[in-house]
């Protein structure tokens, strides 16, 4: 995880970065999740911080490589970790409010379908305690 942390750090909102600098840490970031995503444990984290934080970017190219990453990782590396699943859905929700309308539509049908489907299906740990109960909000 401490190795992906500076990554988070330079993706920040408060830190003036070019953004070629971002463009390759992008770019390095998606080999990462390509090819040594059974490695990564609880680095998944920051990683997914920094891919909620392309959807602000004023830079379309981070906006759609951070989100086709995000994409990939929701269909094909998702761990089963509590952890995991809730730092996905954060990076998820910063896209619903993307300027692309494409990538926003995009991040709504993950919010509607996918991680609703992974909660139902017991696919994340502890998924039981994430579901609010509606009869709890009738009391």
Do not use: Q
Request: net charge negative; hydrophobic share 40%; charged share 25%.
């Amino acid at each position: 995880r401490t190795m992906l942390d500076p990554f988070a750090a330079l993706f920040s909102r408060n830190l003036p970065v070019r953004l070629i600098t971002k463009e390759a840490l992008l770019f390095c970031i998606s080999e990462v999740v390509s090819f040594h995503a059974s490695n990564l444990h609880s680095g998944w984290k920051p990683l997914l911080g920094v891919l909620g934080n392309c959807a602000d970017s004023s830079s379309e190219v981070l906006c759609e490589e951070g989100f086709n990453t995000l994409d990939s990782i929701l269909r094909h590396h998702m761990n089963g970790s509590k952890d995991m699943f809730l730092a996905a859905v954060t990076g998820v929700t910063a896209y619903v409010r993307c300027r692309n309308d494409t990538l926003a539509l995009s991040a709504i049908d993950h919010m509607t379908v996918r991680l609703p489907y992974m909660l139902a299906e017991d696919k994340i740990e502890d998924a039981k305690s994430l579901i609010v109960s509606r009869d709890k909000d009738k009391t």
